[in-house]
């Protein structure tokens, strides 16, 4: 293969990858900014909120590693 290609499709694959990564975090802080608008009746339903949050990212990390790729 021609170095030029290759360094064509790693940047390209880099950028990909950068771009999901902006994705994912953005995703994630919409849901915290959900949370930290929500009025919540005590300290303790704020609580019950996150460690919902915490179970969807813990699932869907799970669902990442699981497709292997």
């Given at each position: 293969m021609d170095k030029a290609f290759v360094e064509q499709m790693q940047r390209k694959?880099?950028?990909q990858l950068v771009q999901k990564e902006i994705e994912?975090?953005?995703f994630w802080q919409q849901e915290v900014d959900k949370l930290l608008h929500k009025k919540t009746e005590s300290l303790s339903a704020l609580l019950q909120e996150?460690?919902?949050?915490?179970?969807?990212?813990k699932n869907r990390l799970e669902i990442?590693?699981?497709s292997g790729i």
């Open positions: 694959i880099e950028k994912v975090v953005e996150f460690g919902e949050l915490s179970k969807k990212m990442v590693k699981r």
